[in-house]
Structures are given as C-alpha cells and as structure tokens.
C-alpha cells in the first residue's frame, strides 16, 4: 500500500486507476460482516440491486445473510423483479459502491481485502 501511496503522490489519476483494478466488486466478499453492514447503511436499495445484478453468487449470499431476513426477501424480490440491465449500468454501479467501500475504509470504517490482521 506504501507504493500505491507514492504513485498517487506523484500522479493521483494514475493510482485511483491502479486501485480500481485492484480491488473489484466480487471481493466484497472477504469484507468482514461488520463492515458489510457498515457499507450497506450507506448505500440505496435501487443501487445495491442494480450492482447485485452482475454479481458473483457469493457476493450476493454475503450481502443477504448481512440482512435482516425480511430485508433480504425484499432484496431478492427486487433482484427477480428487475429485468435484463446494460453491463455498463451494473458496473456503474458497482464502481459507485466500491467507491463508498474505499471512503469508509479511509475513514477506518471498516477494512477491505480480507480483514488485516488475525483477531485473538
């Protein structure tokens, strides 16, 4: 990350780039529950269907068991009820939510890529 830092330094376009391919939508599933949680608090229902549209299955399992039941049915219902979507309006959309994973993960929020360091 000290590298990404220094690119950024010295070209900010650059190392947003090189972060947006770093880190996708599917790795949404190594954020741990809480963060999952804290990121949803921030995010609209229309914008979370959209995004789950194009994603992983295991995205989506990791966004409905951070719900509570009811919601998730409501989710699923919304993810059925949407017709076919443009890919470009689904990775929008995914790009804004990653975008709103990055703030809060400045914000120490929450941690992306796997949880950092073991908890004892």
């Known amino acids: 990350n000290d590298l990404l830092e220094q ?3 010295t070209d900010e376009d650059m190392g947003t780039q090189i972060q947006d391919l770093m880190f996708v939508f ?14 949803m608090r921030e995010v609209s229902t229309d914008l979370l269907v959209i995004a789950l549209k194009g994603a992983d299955n295991a995205v989506q399992e ?25 890919v470009s309006e689904v990775e929008n959309s995914q790009k804004e939510i990653l975008t709103i ?3 809060l993960a400045d914000a120490g929020e929450i941690v992306l890529g796997g949880g950092g360091e073991a908890m004892v």
């Open 7 to 9: 690119i950024k330094e």
């Open 26 to 39: 599917d790795n949404l599933v190594d954020v741990d529950d809480r963060g999952i949680q804290a990121l």
């Open 62 to 86: 990791k966004i409905f068991k951070n719900m509570s039941k009811r919601a998730a049915e409501l989710l699923r219902d919304d993810l059925e009820a949407k017709g076919p979507m443009k």
């Open 101 to 103: 994973a990055r703030r």
